[in-house]
Structure formats: C-alpha cells, structure tokens
C-alpha cells in the first residue's frame, strides 16, 4: 500500500489520463518526411543513376553500322583512324536507323614476326591484342580487316576468305595471298582524302595517312555458320564498294 506522503503529493492532475493528440494531415506528412527523407533521398539517387545508366546506353551512346578491325604491330596515328573512320563511312549505309552511317575501327596491336625477341612491353601489347582480336573472331564482330601480315594473321586466326567470297578449306593458310588486296590495289581506298596525321604519343613525327596506310593489306572475313553470318550482316556490301575495281598484285611468298 503507498504511503501518506507519496500520495499526499501527486497532484490530481497527474492521475487523468492524457488526450492523444489529433494531427492534422499536414503534421502527419511533415513526420512523415522527417522520419523517410533518407530513405527518398537514396531510393531517389538510386534510380536516378539506373536511367540515366539505361538512358545513355540505349539513346546517347553511338553504336557503330560497321566494324572495320586494323591489326598491326603498332598503334595507328589518332588521326589517321579518325580520318578513315568518317571516309569510310560514305561508302556504308545507315543500318540501325539511328540517322547516321557510323564505322568504328577496332585496331588491334600484335607483331606475328616478332616471336621471341620481342621486349617486355612489346610482349605485353602482343598478348592483349591477341586476346582483344580472339574476341572479335569469335563474336563475329568485324568484317573487313586492314592487316599490316596478313599471312601471320591467317595463321594465327584462320578467319579470312577468298577473293571470291568463298571459304577456304582446312589447312589453306599458305594461301594468304588469294584473300587479300595490297591497299594500294584499290582504287577507292587508295583514293580516300585521309589528310596528314600530326606527331602523338605513340609516332614521333606526323606524315601522310595515305602514305602510312600503302604497306597494309585488305582481306574479308568468312563466315563459316549461321551465327557469324548474322553478326556479319551488311559488311558484304561495305566490302563490294571499298574493293570495287580492285585488281589483286599480291603474290605467294617464295
């Protein structure tokens, strides 16, 4: 039982039970908020950084009509792939309907005839570029290759096809040179306006594109299925106009 004293101070008062407070709507959204805003905030920032993530890739980023891979012992001047890019493009047609005709050129940076006696770094540039160009030969990504070897690239890949579109058997490696045109025996590529290239971090001195582009060679790739054949799509006549007129000077080795 409590005693006199404690209840001989509690106040009356203290005995009534308390009104719950009635908020109003606005009260209760402003507690609401208070408690959430966080959790808005990071849903908020969350979702916004998944459109714009979508929006970019699907609507900002450019995607390439054609695929055109350069493979060479060492990188072409920034200029040069510039230039070629949008010359080559004229020669394309706009197949994904996004209002413009865009190659993009894959170059890949690998010395077949090196072998052992290639530095560190070389080695190093070597094994990427093999790997980023095994990557394009199995997806089927590139249609014509501008190849500085074009008989270690065969080779090595086994992925181009005759002159005459058709694909060669196993084993014909050796004859590289029934797949392949010199640029310089065509006449549209030899006579693309490519301009001058200016000196960069990988060329000491600038030169003529035109010029540093004559030692390669240009070959199709086969497509031996479906798949690749799909993936292919529209590179035939991308190829049929840079090679029109096209006479072939390359000859067998030995």
Known sequence: MASYR?????D??????????????????????????????????????????????????????YNVAVVAPYYLPDDTVTALQEQLARY???LNGDGKTVVTLNVYTLDYSAGDTQT?????????????LATDVAGGLSSVFLL?????????????????GTLPEAGSDSDWWNMVYRWTDCPVLAGLDLGEYRADTTHAQGGD????LADFYVGMRGAWNTGTEENLA???????????GAVSTVEAEG
């Not at 529209?234 to 029109?244: D, K, P, S, V």
């Open 92 to 94: 394309g047609e706009d």
């Open 148 to 164: 500085y070897d074009p008989a270690g690239f065969q080779e090595s890949t086994g992925s181009l096809r005759y002159l005459d």
């Open 6 to 10: 404690y209840e001989r101070d509690i």
């Open 120 to 132: 560190e770094s070389d080695a190093y540039l070597t094994m990427a570029g093999t790997t980023k």
């Open 209 to 212: 594109s035109q010029t540093y």
């Open 12 to 65: 009356p008062a203290d005995l009534a039970p308390r009104v719950e407070k009635q908020y109003t709507r606005k009260e209760r959204w402003a507690n609401w908020w208070d408690y959430n805003l966080k959790w808005v905030l990071l849903i908020g920032i969350a979702a916004a950084f998944v459109a714009y993530s979508f929006i970019g890739q699907y609507f900002f980023t450019t995607k390439p009509d």
């Open 234 to 244: 529209g590179g035939e006549e991308l190829w049929q106009a840079l090679t029109a």
